[in-house]
């Protein structure tokens, strides 16, 4: 019987030592390869069936420079698969971003989602799909919606 108690707290601790390395963080230069200095503009919208956008202020790209995790996340089979918007799919906030003086941004720049039932920021980067670490503030949705109003 301790052979087995011992045997499965081996595996626990195993099996959570193999979960935390998964969570490694990457800044936005690591994941996206720019930095907030070469961001010239974002716009966003508020659905990803949006067609219009609006600029927001410059003090809301300090936002995009959080924490990000590597996921397993498919962003075009999430928010873009499906038309008209079904109310059983999650939408998002869309952030376009413009860069400056980055090759892997020379004719488009990445586009950011939030997702609107979850809170959590995605993008695709430089080698896969990116989600904040943590769910972005509500004071930057906040920011986000004050700027269409302006």
Wanted: hydrophobic share 35%; proline share 3%; net charge negative.
């Amino acid at each position: 019987m301790k052979k087995i108690l011992v045997f499965g707290f081996i595996l626990l601790l195993i099996c959570t030592l193999v979960s935390c390395t998964n969570n490694k963080t990457y800044s936005l230069k690591e994941a996206g390869g720019f930095e907030i200095s070469n961001i010239s503009g974002v716009s966003a919208s508020e659905s990803v069936y949006q067609s219009s956008a609006w600029p927001i202020s410059i003090d809301a790209y300090q936002y995009l420079d959080c924490k990000y995790i590597k996921v397993d996340f498919n962003i075009q089979e999430e928010y873009l698969s499906s038309w008209p918007s079904s109310e059983e799919k999650d939408d998002a906030y869309c952030l376009y971003v413009d860069v400056e003086n980055v090759d892997t941004y020379i004719e488009f720049g990445p586009i950011f989602y939030i997702s609107h039932n979850t809170g959590y920021m995605y993008f695709d980067g430089i080698d896969g799909t990116y989600r904040s670490k943590n769910p972005v503030p509500n004071n930057f949705i906040e920011m986000i919606k004050a700027d269409y109003y302006r």
